[in-house]
């Protein structure tokens, strides 16, 4: 049973910390997604990949969030340096070249004080 | 104290009954739609999708229909079950979602 994988499940760190947080996804997928979930905004769509190239990352503030994918096994997501209204659940999803379906992870809940 | 937040909008069903959650969209570009699930704690899970050249598409269980007019989505679950208790979301294929519908089904 294939299942996006991320690591940590929780997180919680002081301000002005750096936060690694990691994704493995579903292989054989070619697209990659990192989301974030808080109670104010709801879903928001961060950074999105396709074939390891990010193809969008207008929604991750970038002065402090970074994604990268240093191989179709791994995805990153960095804050540096961490803020308190960075708390919130953080999901990576995959998805097959077709259709378009996405398939999440478990989250990591980021909590910064 | 009160938690201040999205305030989801709520259905409360009796088991068995159909279930009909509703979504409105803004991009009349979007080529696609897709609605998810999302138990308390886990992530969101795909429930089905409807290309914008279809008004209806129907699954196990769910159908989903697509008013381009209007720009209106709806996810019809028949003979809704305790196991169906989730947050559903709508998402339009530039991965933008809703809010969400709370949906509740009572034994």
């Known amino acids: 049973d294939a299942r996006v994988t991320q690591t940590p499940r929780h997180k919680v760190t002081e301000m002005g910390q750096e936060v690694t947080m990691r994704c493995q996804p579903i292989?054989?997928?070619?697209?990659v997604f990192w989301y974030r979930q808080t109670m104010m905004q709801g879903l928001e769509l961060l950074a999105y990949?396709?074939?390891?190239?990010?193809?969008?990352d207008s929604g991750m503030p970038k002065d402090r969030f970074s994604a990268e994918m240093p191989d179709a096994t791994l995805a990153t997501l960095k804050i540096q340096p961490s803020e308190p209204r960075d708390s919130a659940v953080y999901f990576c999803?995959?998805?097959?070249?077709?259709?378009?379906?996405?398939?999440f992870g478990p989250g990591t809940r980021l909590t910064v004080t | 104290g009160e938690s201040v937040g999205l305030h989801l909008p709520t259905l409360s069903v009796q088991e068995g009954d159909n279930s009909i959650i509703n979504c409105a969209y803004s991009?009349?570009?979007?080529?696609?739609f897709i609605w998810y699930k999302q138990e308390s704690g886990k992530g969101p899970q795909f429930i089905i999708d409807?290309?914008?050249?279809?008004d209806k598409r129907q699954g196990q269980r769910v159908t989903v229909l697509l008013n381009k007019t209007v720009k209106h989505l709806s996810l019809q679950i028949a003979a809704t079950q305790p196991g169906d208790s989730a947050v559903y979301f709508c998402?339009?294929?530039?991965?933008?979602f809703g809010a969400g519908t709370r949906l509740t089904v009572k034994p």
């Open positions: 999803a995959s998805g097959p070249p077709s259709p378009h379906e996405q398939y």
């Open positions: 292989l054989g997928h070619n697209t």
């Open positions: 990949f396709r074939n390891r190239a990010p193809l969008d």
């Open positions: 991009n009349s570009a979007s080529d696609y």
């Open positions: 409807i290309r914008s050249n279809m």
């Open positions: 998402a339009e294929s530039d991965m933008r």
